[in-house]
């Protein structure tokens, strides 16, 4: 946009949306369209925010920082490793890689304002794939409040998506995962394990139960729930997107403690269970290791009365010069959670 601006890799050679999307306008194939034409199909799709002074089509956007700082993260999808396209639409992938950044952003207790994307696309690739993954990203921003501000769109051989995500912290201070303390409270919100199991259907040439498969598409992060925290005072925080044991491990690591989950606490649906049984597998692997859900772990004061989206799963035990997160008061020897360099891709 011209600020989604045009380019080359090499060239050589959530507010409440509708669960649909909309069909692109494009014609043809990417290369066919053109790189303005992109360009254009991209923007038109695009709804605006009061943060947005500047939007798509200058050399870069501006905007509205109240607070002086700005929150960002960035993160990358690209086909065959964090998606399939046989498995999910067009606008599933924008949904999903707007969300996991957008979930970054509320983790940090700020919330979302503004999306970036930078898009890689094969020539021959249909040109509504990229008109419906902007609609995707659109309606996800939209859920968190948030708009897409700009990007840039270049030619590759594979897909790659990449979203900066921009947020603002409203004059509160960052909740970091460096701040819990021995006594401290774990307490989690939103779904974990669903996208794992959705992950496991899949694999084995399945679409249903429909919910869990939705939720390995689509994933929907407790956004309010991250300044919600900050104000309840959480002292340490991060979404579940690598697995709870993983990114708990993060805090523990970031604090220099010990952090205990208790199985028990923890939510695993009969309907996992069946799935579970289905394929051969310990469902509460999935709620412990399981990444994707994108829901919000984090640390309280022992006295903090949480409201009941809350659920309390674990505590904070006393330093420890070998920081690390047990499973009942046993270390978990098993995987611990998603790891970009593993060798399991999407599919």
């Given amino acids: 946009m011209r600020d989604l601006k045009g380019g080359t890799a090499s060239e050589s050679p959530g507010a409440e949306v509708p669960h649909g999307h909309a069909q692109?306008?494009?014609?043809?194939?990417?290369?066919?369209?053109?790189?303005?034409?992109?360009?254009?199909?991209?923007?038109?799709?695009?709804?605006?925010?009061?943060?947005?002074?500047?939007?798509?089509?200058?050399?870069?956007?501006?905007?509205?920082?109240?607070?002086?700082r700005v929150v960002a993260s960035t993160d990358i999808l690209l086909e065959g490793r964090h998606f399939r396209r046989d498995w999910s639409t067009a606008y599933d992938v924008g949904r999903k890689a707007a969300a996991q950044n957008l979930a970054d952003i509320a983790a940090m207790g700020a919330v979302p304002t503004a999306l970036l994307l930078g898009l890689i696309v094969p020539a021959e690739l249909p040109a509504n794939w990229p008109t419906e993954l902007m609609d995707g990203i659109r309606d996800e921003a939209q859920v968190a409040a948030a708009a897409v501000v700009g990007g840039d769109v270049v030619r590759g051989d594979s897909i790659a998506v990449s979203i900066t995500a921009l947020g603002d912290l409203r004059n509160k201070e960052p909740v970091t995962r460096a701040g819990a303390g021995a006594g401290d409270l774990v307490a989690v919100t939103g779904w974990l394990g669903w996208s794992a199991a959705g992950h496991a259907v899949?694999?084995?040439?399945?679409?249903?139960?429909?919910?869990?498969?939705?939720?390995?598409?689509?994933?929907?992060?407790?956004?309010?729930?991250?300044?919600?925290?900050?104000?309840?005072?959480?002292?340490?925080?991060?979404?579940?997107?690598?697995?709870?044991?993983?990114?708990?491990?993060?805090?523990?690591?970031?604090?220099?403690?010990?952090?205990?989950?208790?199985?028990?606490?923890?939510?695993?649906?009969?309907?996992?269970?069946?799935?579970?049984?289905?394929?051969?597998?310990?469902?509460?692997?999935?709620?412990?290791?399981?990444?994707?859900?994108?829901?919000?772990?984090?640390?309280?004061?022992?006295?903090?009365?949480?409201?009941?989206?809350?659920?309390?799963i674990g505590e904070v035990l006393a330093p420890s010069a070998l920081p690390q997160v047990t499973v009942d008061g046993v270390t978990w020897d098993k995987a611990s959670g998603w790891d970009h360099f593993s060798d399991d891709p999407e599919g």
């Avoid at 692109?24 to 009061?50: A, D, H, M, N, Q």
């Avoid at 028990?264 to 412990?288: E, F, H, N, T």
């Fill in 202 to 312: 899949l694999t084995r040439g399945f679409r249903s139960p429909r919910a869990f498969v939705e939720a390995h598409r689509r994933p929907e992060p407790p956004y309010h729930a991250g300044p919600a925290a900050a104000g309840l005072g959480a002292t340490a925080m991060t979404d579940v997107s690598d697995g709870l044991v993983a990114d708990l491990g993060h805090i523990a690591e970031a604090s220099k403690v010990r952090i205990n989950i208790r199985s028990a606490d923890l939510d695993v649906p009969a309907q996992m269970s069946d799935i579970g049984q289905a394929v051969g597998i310990d469902p509460l692997q999935w709620v412990l290791t399981g990444g994707e859900d994108h829901a919000i772990v984090a640390t309280f004061p022992a006295d903090q009365k949480l409201p009941a989206r809350w659920r309390v």
């Fill in 24 to 68: 692109g306008r494009g014609r043809g194939t990417v290369g066919e369209l053109g790189e303005f034409g992109l360009i254009r199909e991209l923007t038109s799709r695009l709804t605006t925010t009061p943060a947005v002074r500047v939007g798509p089509g200058d050399d870069a956007a501006v905007v509205a920082a109240p607070d002086r």
